[in-house]
């Protein structure tokens, strides 16, 4: 069911091992010890810098890291995490009991007073100050009113600001990073993470800039929602697995902050034509109509892992809500392309009639699948004769009892909520996890 890449569990093993591996050379320098106080700033200081060092790997988007989990897992887990690190690092400079004077001649294992000099002091403090600052701005970057790509860029230029001065902050204050073999860890990695950043913003960029798209037709196909199609520039397109996303950038150079990730909306039999479904919901998707046919695009992906695994042989339950139909509608179409034979149901939750994508061809698919369309409304018109209200309990009990299939899988994707809710009462009706496959990408 998952791309390829490390395994989870090695992945949280080696996570967890490096994050600790600071702490632990540390312990092993057989330094005279402080007081338990001072001892545990320390600790929460090389832990969290660590962890923070770890960050940048864990949002570059690399195939090896959230390819068997999911990237949305990974982005969630980097959120958290940031979280935890940053309260290691603000709570650690009140720990410490001795006094923050200037090294001493009687003391240089630094037993009894802390080293801090004026260098130290500043990049300590600001570091300090700044990590709070990128951490609430993330969790609440729609209220800030920046654009998702100046936050982008001052998230960017942010962490690495924070990360190159705790290094120096490290090395100068630092009693355990004093030490070479630390000190060498610490350089490696930030050197990592720094990497990490060029490769983000310079390399990845370059190699997109060698396999350019062209905008081919932008047509309206329901209410604020449209689809966007291209086509590649004298190269083959991209391979991907239906129902996967990809981060698009239309119009602008790939070196651009302004891209975004959408589910294509075609599936691998209509390459080298590759389309996307997008609602109007702000930003770039309320300029969608306005792009003309012969604007450039550029691709970084694919990924994701909402696809129907390999060698499933029951049958499918697909539960989307508003936009997330568009990698239902990629999985549905390379099933009709393969005259898929297996038990289908699309239930498809909308606000109004018109908000409805792809209603005709859809209405063709279950002439040449077995699919039976379920469509939910939640303010209907007079005269609607289908289900009202929300993809609920009562609902799915119901659809449960009509399909009756053993081993049915069940793929949802709409707004975090939905899915969520759906996902709660599938768990409640008994189905295991593992036949439950979703993908979000909001949390806060």
Same mark, same amino acid.
């Given at each position: 069911?998952?791309?390829?890449?490390?395994?989870?569990?090695?992945?949280?093993?080696?996570?967890?091992?490096?994050?600790?591996?600071?702490?632990?050379?540390?312990?092993?320098?057989?330094?005279?010890?402080?007081?338990?106080?001072?001892?545990?700033?320390?600790?929460?200081?090389?832990?969290?810098?660590?962890?923070?060092?770890?960050?940048?790997?864990?949002?570059?988007?690399?195939?090896?890291?959230?390819?068997?989990?999911?990237?949305?897992?990974?982005?969630?887990?980097?959120?958290?995490?940031?979280?935890?690190?940053?309260?290691?690092?603000?709570?650690?400079?009140?720990?410490?009991?001795?006094?923050?004077?200037?090294?001493?001649?009687?003391?240089?294992?630094?037993?009894?007073?802390?080293?801090?000099?004026?260098?130290? =002091?500043? !990049?300590? #403090?600001?570091?300090?100050? @700044? *990590?709070?600052?990128?951490? %609430?701005?993330?969790?609440? +970057? &729609?209220?800030?009113?920046?654009?998702?790509?100046?936050?982008?860029?001052?998230?960017?230029?942010?962490?690495?600001?924070?990360?190159?001065?705790?290094?120096?902050?490290?090395?100068?204050?630092?009693?355990?990073?004093?030490?070479?073999?630390?000190?060498?860890?610490?350089? =490696?990695? !930030?050197? #990592?993470?720094?990497?990490? @950043? *060029?490769?983000?913003?310079? %390399?990845?960029?370059?190699? +997109? &800039?060698?396999?350019?798209?062209?905008?081919?037709?932008?047509?309206?196909?329901?209410?604020?929602?449209?689809?966007?199609?291209?086509?590649?520039?004298?190269?083959?397109?991209?391979?991907?697995?239906?129902?996967?996303?990809?981060?698009?950038?239309?119009?602008?150079?790939?070196?651009?902050?302004?891209?975004?990730?959408?589910?294509?909306?075609?599936?691998?039999?209509?390459?080298?034509?590759?389309?996307?479904?997008?609602?109007?919901?702000?930003?770039?998707?309320?300029?969608?109509?306005?792009?003309?046919?012969?604007?450039?695009?550029?691709?970084?992906?694919?990924?994701?892992?909402?696809?129907?695994?390999?060698?499933?042989?029951?049958?499918?339950?697909?539960?989307?809500?508003?936009?997330?139909?568009?990698?239902?509608?990629?999985?549905?179409?390379?099933?009709?392309?393969?005259?898929?034979?297996?038990?289908?149901?699309?239930?498809?939750?909308?606000?109004?009639?018109?908000?409805?994508?792809?209603?005709?061809?859809?209405?063709?698919?279950?002439?040449?699948?077995?699919?039976?369309?379920?469509?939910?409304?939640?303010?209907?018109?007079?005269?609607?004769?289908?289900?009202?209200?929300?993809?609920?309990?009562?609902?799915?009990?119901?659809?449960?009892?009509?399909?009756?299939?053993?081993?049915?899988?069940?793929?949802?994707?709409?707004?975090?909520?939905?899915?969520?809710?759906?996902?709660?009462?599938?768990?409640?009706?008994?189905?295991?996890?593992?036949?439950?496959?979703?993908?979000?990408?909001?949390?806060?």
């Amino acid at each position: 069911m998952r791309q390829k890449g490390i395994h989870p569990a090695a992945l949280l093993a080696a996570y967890v091992v490096i994050a600790l591996l600071p702490a632990g050379m540390a312990a092993l320098q057989g330094l005279p010890p402080r007081p338990w106080r001072d001892e545990l700033a320390s600790g929460l200081a090389l832990v969290g810098f660590a962890m923070l060092l770890l960050e940048f790997v864990l949002s570059g988007r690399f195939r090896w890291v959230s390819g068997r989990v999911g990237i949305d897992v990974t982005m969630r887990f980097h959120q958290l995490i940031g979280r935890v690190l940053a309260v290691f690092i603000i709570v650690h400079p009140f720990l410490y009991s001795l006094p923050m004077s200037g090294p001493s001649a009687r003391d240089p294992a630094g037993e009894t007073i802390l080293n801090l000099s004026g260098l130290a =002091l500043v !990049t300590g #403090a600001v570091a300090w100050l @700044l *990590l709070p600052a990128l951490i %609430l701005t993330s969790m609440f +970057r &729609r209220d800030t009113g920046y654009s998702y790509e100046t936050w982008r860029l001052m998230h960017g230029v942010g962490a690495a600001l924070i990360a190159l001065l705790s290094l120096l902050h490290a090395l100068d204050a630092g009693r355990y990073s004093a030490d070479p073999l630390l000190a060498g860890f610490w350089l =490696l990695l !930030t050197a #990592a993470a720094m990497a990490t @950043l *060029l490769h983000v913003y310079l %390399l990845r960029p370059l190699m +997109r &800039r060698r396999h350019p798209y062209r905008v081919t037709s932008v047509e309206q196909i329901a209410t604020r929602s449209w689809q966007l199609a291209i086509e590649p520039q004298g190269d083959r397109a991209i391979d991907f697995k239906p129902g996967q996303f990809v981060w698009l950038t239309v119009g602008r150079s790939p070196f651009s902050f302004v891209e975004h990730p959408f589910s294509i909306s075609s599936c691998p039999a209509d390459r080298p034509r590759i389309e996307f479904a997008i609602k109007q919901a702000g930003d770039f998707t309320d300029q969608i109509g306005s792009i003309a046919p012969g604007a450039r695009a550029y691709l970084d992906g694919p990924h994701g892992h909402l696809f129907i695994p390999r060698g499933h042989g029951a049958g499918i339950t697909f539960i989307a809500g508003g936009v997330g139909m568009a990698p239902m509608m990629s999985m549905l179409r390379q099933l009709r392309a393969e005259r898929d034979e297996r038990p289908l149901r699309l239930v498809y939750g909308n606000r109004v009639r018109e908000q409805i994508m792809y209603a005709q061809e859809l209405d063709d698919m279950a002439s040449e699948l077995d699919l039976r369309i379920t469509h939910v409304l939640s303010e209907p018109a007079e005269g609607w004769r289908g289900e009202t209200g929300m993809v609920d309990e009562a609902l799915i009990r119901s659809l449960m009892a009509a399909d009756d299939s053993d081993g049915r899988l069940y793929i949802i994707c709409g707004p975090p909520p939905m899915i969520d809710q759906v996902a709660a009462i599938l768990r409640g009706f008994g189905v295991p996890r593992a036949r439950i496959l979703a993908e979000k990408f909001s949390y806060d």
